[in-house]
């Protein structure tokens, strides 16, 4: 089945245009052409056939796109993985039963080494995949719960939508390539002939200093991101006029964050995304660049509330987990496990319902708590969760990175006095601890677990 047939044609129609910056080295669509037909020929050489369960292990260098592409187009199933999985690299390897694995070069070159099952798949939804001869996806969800579940996916329908013709843009890669956020921003600058911008660093500076050079016009991030880079004040050090929109997702946005961020980039689009592993990424509209309340959705996708809490059914879904059982009802129906509050169509995300602190029957949403805290003087990042108490069901903890030193004590007072008329009583944090760095994942995402 030849799925990319339609987005070899587009490529081929723009084989001038830049495709990639890699190394602050443009390559153009007919360059990745080039790499994407030797990719195959190496596949072939290797005996990587249609079927096969194959680990990509890369980031955007422009031949390990290519190579991706390749694995698509011959019917694989493609299992991505980067080096923010390293620990549990050969756990996935394992889980996702990957035949072959391809690990790419720092200098463009290809390896292909066995996996832990040459013998192909024994999960019978791999087996049914391979037999429709549809290419595959395998994502792994971060293991915030403390287990990473394996989402396996039809490629043939999750590519589906980019074949609706849209404006390129110059965009920043910064979700990674493991991620159904990385994948997306990758197949929609390809679909729409756009400009793929790699960093191989992910810090504020850096970001900023590839905008500036390489004139980004989008960049997907996160909230953590956004507020590093607002700490930091790399905004300030580098020309990001190119800038058009930022579009930030994979947890819940601090009002605070996002307030001080229309600030300091008041000509940027601010515009929030939703999407799952399980389903891929919806559509949304923001109300305003300063506002967290969102329409999500879109063709191919429905969403309903049920006891505050959003559902989704999508086309796009997941064909199950490889490691879970399905978390699909018998509708089809997905229950995301995120609060929301509604107005009309419009969606506010209050948090996940696992993340949720419960102080005596009362609900407490970190980011709401977070986004105070990040008010406060001297306050760089802030993670709030729950712990158990035998009084209460549990207290509010916040764990704190100051850009000074300060004793937990000392600003446990202060902070009290500050959230006083911001924030109910049962809201503010009973327990502080000072952290010693960042409180963030590879993936720019707040951890909320016990350290």
Not at 190 to 208: E, F, N, Q
Not at 251 to 263: D, I, Q, W
């Amino acid at each position: 089945m030849d799925v990319l047939g339609w987005l070899r044609a587009r490529m081929a129609a723009a084989a001038d245009a830049e495709a990639i910056v890699w190394r602050d080295i443009g390559y153009r669509y007919a360059d990745l052409l080039a790499l994407w037909d030797e990719a195959a020929k190496a596949l072939d050489a290797d005996g990587v056939g249609p079927g096969r369960v194959v680990s990509l292990e890369a980031d955007y260098a422009p031949h390990a796109v290519a190579m991706l592409l390749a694995l698509v187009e011959r019917a694989a199933v493609v299992v991505p993985l980067t080096s923010a999985v390293r620990e549990e690299r050969a756990g996935f390897l394992e889980i996702a039963e990957v035949s072959d694995r391809v690990l790419a070069g720092s200098e463009e070159e290809w390896k292909v080494a066995p996996g832990p099952a040459p013998g192909g798949p024994a999960r019978e939804l791999t087996r049914a995949l391979v037999a429709s001869g549809h290419p595959g996806l395998v994502l792994f969800s971060s293991g915030s719960t403390g287990v990473s579940k394996a989402a396996l996916h039809d490629l043939a329908v999750l590519l589906e939508k980019f074949q609706t013709p849209r404006r390129g843009t110059r965009t920043l890669a910064f979700l990674l390539l493991d991620h159904i956020g990385g994948l997306n921003t990758l197949f929609h600058v390809l679909a729409t002939t756009g400009t793929v911008v790699s960093v191989t660093d992910r810090g504020p500076d850096a970001v900023c200093a590839a905008i500036e050079r390489h004139r980004v016009e989008l960049l997907p991030t996160s909230p953590t991101f956004l507020n590093l880079l607002l700490m930091s004040e790399a905004y300030a050090r580098h020309d990001l006029s190119s800038l058009e929109r930022v579009t930030y997702g994979t947890e819940v946005m601090p009002a605070s964050t996002l307030e001080r961020l229309g600030e300091v980039l008041p000509w940027v689009a601010l515009t929030q995304t939703y999407g799952l592993s399980e389903v891929g990424i919806l559509r949304s509209k923001s109300r305003n660049s300063t506002s967290l309340w969102v329409k999500v959705g879109g063709e191919g996708f429905e969403t309903k509330v049920v006891d505050g809490t959003l559902r989704i059914r999508a086309r796009s879904a997941m064909l199950g987990y490889l490691n879970h059982r399905s978390p699909f009802d018998a509708g089809g129906w997905l229950d995301t496990g995120d609060e929301v509050e509604t107005d009309g169509e419009w969606l506010r995300f209050l948090g996940r319902r696992s993340e949720v602190v419960n102080v005596g029957g009362l609900k407490v949403y970190p980011a709401e708590v977070e986004s105070v805290l990040l008010d406060m003087q001297g306050v760089t990042d802030a993670v709030v969760r729950g712990e158990p108490s035998p009084i209460t069901g549990q207290v509010v903890v916040a764990r704190v990175t100051l850009d000074g030193a300060e004793q937990a004590a000392a600003f446990k007072r202060r902070m009290r006095a500050f959230c006083r008329g911001r924030l109910a009583d049962f809201k503010v944090p009973v327990k502080v601890e000072i952290a010693d760095g960042g409180q963030h994942s590879a993936r720019y995402k707040r951890i909320r677990r016990v350290p």
